[in-house]
C-alpha cells in the first residue's frame, strides 16, 4: 500500500464542486467498483433503489436523477467494492498481527465472505459453518444463569425489520440491555425533548426548509456528516434565508458550497455563500449563549411591551400551548450577563446580535449536531434551545421547528420500533400481547452502562448488530478490557473492523449483506425500511450481487440466532425472514403510526409516521409544552480542572476528518481543514500555542485531566495552527477516544462527553507515527494507568 505524503495545506475552494467530484472518481477507482456496481449510484436514494448506507438526510424528491453526495459514494464505494477477505486472508493473517494495522487499512481489506470462529490456540479465526455458529451463540446464551448478563448492541445501519426482529428475539430471551449508537449521540435529544415538547424527534420536514426566513445551525459540520444538508441550505441562501452558523469551527461547508446538480455554481470559483453570520461559542459554550439569547429576547419584549408595540413573545402561543414560562421567565431575568459571556466565550455584542436575528425572523429553524448533545449539560442545552423556540412559537407551524440532525441512517428508525434500554410499559404491553409473551419490565444498560457491566464481570456475551463497537466508544483501553473478558462476543458485519480483534474467549465473525445488494429470500427480492431524520418511512431494495453466496441478511441472521436460543414454539423465525413483510405486519400491530405498513411503502418516497409536536400535541404530563429551567453550572469538572492547572488547561473536542463516517476510516484526508495523509493532528489557536510554548509543526501528547485516578494518555500529535477559540482544541475520534474518561457522561442522557474532555499538553516523548501504517491505538500510543 502506498503511503501518503502527509501535509497541511489550508483549503481555499467552496465545499463539494469539482474536489467533490473528484473524490467520487477516485474512490470508485480505489474500492475496485465496476460494472455494474458503479453504476448502483444512479439507483441510490431513488424510489426503486436503495437508501444510503450513510447519513439519515432525508431525500428531496426521492425520485430524482442525482440523489448521491461525495461522502455516500464513499459508503457505497466501500461496500460494492470488488476487494475481498476470504478465510485465506485470516489463515495468512494472525490477530495479533491483524491488531498492528491502522483502521485505514483494515477498512481496506474489503468485504468479508464467511463466517468466522476465533481459534485461540492459532490465534487466527477459521471458518464455521452457520448452524454451528448460531449453535454457539445459544449455548453460551442458555448457559447464563440471568439473561440481563448478555448485551446486545445495535447500529444505526440496522433496517427497521432487522432491528424489530432483534428486540423480539432479545425481549424474548429476557432482558432490556440494548446498547446503541444513539446512547453515543443524539441520547441528549431523545431524552430532552420529551421533557419539553413530548417526543424526542424533530418537529419539521423538508418543506418547511421552503418556507423558513432564518436557520439557526448548531454544532454542525454538513458538508462532511450529511453533505445533501447542504443543497437545502444552499436554496435557502439562494431566496434570501438568513443562516447563522454556531460552531467553535468555521466549518467550509457552512461558509461557501457549489453544488454539482447547478452549472453555474461549478463554474463559479466562490460557489454560493451559506451562511451570513458566524457566532463562535467556545467548547461546551452553547447553553451558555442559548441562555443570553433568551434572555435578551425576554428584555426586547418587555421593552415592546412598555412602549406599546408589536410583542416579541408570541403570547398567544404561550398562554394556550404551553406551562412553566413564568418560571423560565424569571430565572432569565436573575441571570447574570457576566456569567452568560464569559461561559458562552461570546462577546456581548454578538450574543445580542443574534438575538435580534432570531426575535426578525417570523419562520425560524433550530438544527443541531454533536456539537449539542456530546456535553455534561447537553440535555439541559436541547431543553433550553427549545424553551426558546417556543417563546416565539416556533413549534408547529410551517417554515418552523426542531430539526435535530441525526448521523446513521436508521438510527432514529431503530429506536422508533423498540430499540431502546428504558422501553415504555405501553410499549412493553403491546409487545407482550401480540407475541404472546412477557417481556422484561427491568431497564437495561445503554453503552457506558454495558461497559461497566463487562468490566465488572456482570456480562459475559456481547453481540454487536453491526458497528465498531470498541472504537466508538470511550475510554477505549478500558473498552478493550471490558470486551476481552467477557465469554463471547459476536459482530454481524460487512467488513472488518477493530472490533473483530478485541474479542472475548470465544468470539464470532458473521458476515452480511449490505444495503447495496440483493437480498433474495425464497426467490423473491426483499426490501428493508428506514426512519430518517425527519421521521420519512420508505423502503430501500438492493441492486447488487452479494458480495459472496455464503452471506445471510441481517434478518436471517437474527432470526436463525433466535431459532437456535429459543426455538419456533411461539414465534415462526425463520418463516419471519423469510418475507419481511411478516415483520412489518407485527410492527404495525406493535406500534401507532405503521398502519397499513406495507401498502404505505409503495408510495413513492414513503410516508411521514408522524409527530406529534409538529401538529401542537404535546405528548407530556401536564399536556401543553412545557418550559424548563436550568442553571448555568458553574462547578463542572472543566471548572475544577481550569481552576487547577490555569491556562494551561484546554478543552478538547473530538471531531470527523472528511475521509471520515462515524469509525470507519475511507481515507487519511481531510480536505477542507487542509490536512493530508495524516490523522494524527491537533488543531489549536496560534495564540495558545504560543502561550504553551509550542510552535505550530511540534509534536505533542495529550493527557486527560479527571480525578479518578487513572491516566488517560495518547502520544504523538502534529499541532496544527488553526481559527478556533482561545482555550479550545479540536482532534479526530478514534485517536482521542481514549481520553474520554468512562464516568464522564451527559446528565439525564449518559452520552460520553466527547465534545468537552480537559486536557494537558506536553512535548511529544515518542518519534513520529508514520501516518499510514501506524495502528490508530495500541498499548505505546493509548493507555490508562491507575496512578
Not at 10 to 24: D, E, F, M, N, S
Not at 146 to 152: E, G, I, K, P, V
Not at 303 to 330: I, K, N, W
Amino acid at each position: 500500500m502506498k503511503k501518503p505524503q502527509p501535509r497541511i495545506e489550508p483549503y481555499h475552494h467552496p465545499a463539494a464542486g469539482w474536489g467533490a467530484l473528484k473524490q467520487v472518481a477516485i474512490n470508485l477507482i480505489k474500492e475496485k467498483v465496476t460494472g455494474g456496481n458503479y453504476r448502483t449510484l444512479l439507483k441510490q436514494n431513488q424510489p426503486n433503489g436503495f437508501d444510503c448506507p450513510g447519513c439519515a438526510w432525508p431525500d428531496r424528491e426521492h425520485a430524482s436523477t442525482f440523489e448521491f453526495c461525495e461522502n455516500g459514494v464513499k459508503a457505497v464505494a466501500a461496500e460494492a467494492t470488488s476487494k475481498r477477505v476470504t478465510p485465506q486472508f485470516f489463515a495468512e493473517h494472525t490477530v495479533t498481527e491483524l491488531m498492528t494495522q491502522s483502521d485505514y487499512e483494515l477498512e481496506q481489506h474489503g468485504r468479508l465472505t464467511d463466517p468466522l470462529v476465533y481459534d485461540a490456540q492459532a490465534d487466527r479465526y477459521v471458518p464455521i459453518a452457520w448452524d454451528d455458529a448460531f449453535r454457539l451463540v445459544a449455548r453460551h446464551l442458555n448457559a447464563l444463569d440471568d439473561a440481563n448478563r448478555a448485551a446486545f448492541y445495535t447500529s444505526g445501519r440496522a433496517s427497521n425489520e432487522a432491528a424489530f426482529l432483534y428486540q423480539l428475539f432479545v425481549r424474548m430471551y429476557g432482558t432490556n440491555n440494548f446498547p446503541d449508537c444513539s446512547n453515543m449521540c443524539h441520547e441528549a435529544t431523545s431524552r430532552g425533548l420529551p421533557g419539553t415538547v413530548g417526543i424526542g424527534k424533530g418537529t419539521v420536514t423538508l418543506d418547511d426548509f421552503e418556507h423558513a426566513d432564518t436557520l439557526l445551525i448548531f454544532g454542525q459540520n454538513p458538508a462532511t456528516n450529511h453533505p445533501r444538508m447542504l443543497g437545502e441550505l444552499r436554496d435557502c441562501a439562494k431566496r434570501g434565508a438568513t443562516i447563522v452558523s454556531i460552531n467553535p469551527l468555521k466549518e467550509r461547508g457552512l461558509e461557501r458550497f457549489a453544488s454539482p446538480q447547478h452549472t453555474l455554481d461549478m463554474l463559479s470559483p466562490s460557489g454560493v455563500q451559506i451562511s451570513s453570520v458566524f457566532i463562535r461559542p467556545r467548547v461546551g459554550g452553547d447553553f451558555a449563549l442559548i441562555k443570553g439569547v433568551a434572555k435578551r429576547t425576554l428584555e426586547l419584549d418587555d421593552a415592546a411591551r412598555e412602549a406599546g408595540a408589536e410583542r416579541v413573545l408570541d403570547v398567544d402561543f404561550l398562554a394556550e400551548h404551553t406551562v412553566g414560562f413564568e418560571s423560565f421567565a424569571a430565572d432569565l431575568r436573575a441571570e447574570s450577563w457576566d456569567t452568560i459571556v464569559a461561559e458562552a466565550g461570546v462577546p456581548l455584542e454578538e450574543v445580542l446580535k443574534l438575538a435580534d436575528i432570531y426575535t426578525k425572523g417570523k419562520a425560524v429553524i433550530a438544527t443541531w449536531g454533536m456539537g449539542i448533545t456530546q456535553h455534561k449539560n447537553s440535555l439541559a442545552t436541547v431543553q433550553l434551545l427549545s424553551n426558546l423556540m417556543m417563546m416565539r412559537g416556533n413549534i408547529g407551524r410551517p417554515g418552523a421547528g426542531l430539526c435535530p440532525v441525526r448521523g446513521h441512517s436508521n438510527v432514529q428508525g431503530d429506536r422508533t420500533v423498540g430499540i431502546e434500554e428504558k422501553p415504555t410499559q405501553a410499549f412493553l404491553d403491546r409487545l407482550g400481547k401480540a407475541y404472546d409473551f412477557e417481556p422484561p419490565r427491568e431497564h437495561g444498560y445503554d453503552v457506558v452502562e454495558t461497559i461497566h457491566a463487562m468490566l465488572e464481570g456482570r456480562v459475559k456475551v456481547f453481540i454487536g448488530l453491526g458497528g465498531n463497537f470498541s472504537i466508538a466508544t470511550p475510554d477505549t483501553p478500558r473498552t478493550w478490557e471490558a470486551m476481552r473478558s467477557c465469554a463471547l462476543t459476536v459482530h454481524v458485519t460487512t467488513k472488518l473492523n477493530r472490533s473483530h480483534l478485541v474479542h472475548g474467549k470465544d468470539a464470532l465473525i458473521l458476515p452480511t449483506l449490505g444495503r447495496t445488494e440483493i437480498d433474495m429470500q425464497n426467490g423473491v427480492p426483499q426490501g428493508v425500511s428506514v426512519e430518517d431524520s425527519m421521521s420519512m418511512v420508505h423502503i430501500s431494495y438492493g441492486m447488487n450481487r452479494p458480495a459472496s453466496q455464503n452471506l445471510l441478511s441481517e434478518i436471517a441472521i437474527v432470526a436463525r440466532m433466535a431459532h437456535a436460543t429459543l426455538g419456533s414454539e411461539k414465534v415462526d423465525w425463520l418463516g419471519l425472514a423469510a418475507d419481511y413483510s411478516k415483520i412489518r405486519d407485527g410492527i404495525e400491530k406493535v406500534l401507532d403510526g405503521f398502519e397499513n405498513y406495507n401498502e404505505r411503502l409503495k408510495q413513492p418516497g414513503g410516508f411521514h409516521l408522524g409527530v406529534a409536536s409538529r401538529d401542537r400535541v404535546w405528548m407530556t404530563e401536564s399536556g401543553k409544552a412545557q418550559f424548563v429551567v436550568h442553571a448555568i453550572a458553574l462547578d463542572t469538572p472543566i471548572h475544577r480542572a481550569r481552576a487547577a492547572h490555569g491556562q494551561q488547561l484546554m478543552t478538547l473536542m473530538t471531531t470527523r476528518s472528511h475521509d471520515q463516517y462515524n469509525t470507519t476510516i475511507y481515507g487519511l484526508d481531510d480536505r477542507y481543514r487542509g490536512v493530508y495523509g495524516q490523522r494524527r493532528v491537533l488543531f489549536a489557536n496560534r495564540e495558545d500555542i504560543a502561550m504553551l510554548g509550542y510552535e505550530p509543526g511540534q509534536r505533542v501528547d495529550i493527557t486527560s485531566v479527571w480525578d479518578d485516578g487513572v491516566e488517560r494518555h495518547v502520544e504523538d500529535f502534529l499541532l496544527v495552527e488553526y481559527d478556533i477559540p482561545r482555550g479550545c482544541l479540536g482532534a479526530y475520534y478514534p485517536e482521542t477516544n481514549p481520553l474520554v474518561p468512562l464516568s464522564s457522561v451527559a446528565d439525564g442522557a449518559g452520552t460520553p462527553t466527547s465534545k468537552s474532555i480537559p486536557v494537558l499538553l506536553s512535548p511529544a516523548l515518542s518519534p513520529a507515527l508514520s501516518p499510514a501504517s501506524s495502528p490508530a491505538l495500541s498499548p505505546t500510543k493509548a493507555e490508562t494507568r491507575v496512578a
